[in-house]
């Protein structure tokens, strides 16, 4: 049974290294673009309806959040299925490794901040793209190539952002949330859309 047990380890040991040398191909420039739309909604929702504090202002983009993950989540399973085969479930967690640091810490500052600092709740949006960025470029060796420009420019939005919130500490722009990810999102799509078109998966 020792045996046994150590061969199914050896296998596994096996497949993560393969996972960790292999593109991802999960991820797809539909649920990509998609998201890129759910922030300029969201933007142009507040800026038609603005929310009376920042607690409702951070709670729309929380939603938001969410059902970004979800449609991101939902294709990805599928496409890596598809695309990956018997290392699906490898590559999953791979990529559930590079990104799960950056979104717990950005939830956890939130809440930090909206417990004890809520007047420093401006830092919040731009702190949120530097996260983005420092996830994309956690998960970059496993992407394509073009995956860092989209990881340089969440990164340097977020302390762009952090600097127009410090000169006016009292508002919260949802433009300045809605842009930077906006734009960001669609250079992910547009990388694995061409990396698509050059190969990188089968469509």
């Known amino acids: ?11 596994e040991a096996i497949r993560r290294r393969m996972a960790a040398g292999t593109v991802f191909k999960g991820f797809g420039p539909l649920a990509l673009g998609a998201t890129a739309l759910v922030a300029l909604a969201t933007a142009t929702i507040q800026n038609v309806f603005p929310p009376g504090t920042p607690l409702a202002f951070f709670v729309a983009w929380i939603v938001a959040a969410v059902l970004c993950a979800a ?44 417990r004890f600092s809520p007047d420093s709740a401006w830092l919040i949006p731009g702190l949120w793209q530097v996260l983005v960025g420092l996830g994309v470029f956690a998960a970059a060796p496993s992407l394509p190539k073009g995956a860092v420009l989209g990881a340089a420019w969440y990164f340097v939005c977020g302390f762009g952002v952090m600097m127009m919130m410090a000169a006016r500490p009292g508002e919260l722009s949802p433009w300045g949330m809605a842009l930077p990810f906006a734009i960001g999102q669609t250079i992910l799509a547009l990388v694995v859309r061409r990396a698509a078109e050059n190969g990188y998966d089968e469509i």
């Open 1 to 11: 049974m020792s045996e046994l047990k150590d061969a199914l380890a050896d296998i």
């Open 71 to 114: 449609l991101i989540a939902a294709e990805t399973v599928v496409r890596t299925g598809r695309t990956h085969g018997g290392l699906a479930d490898a590559m999953l967690h791979q990529a559930i490794q590079h990104f799960l640091p950056a979104g717990v810490a950005g939830g956890v500052f939130a809440a930090v901040i909206g």
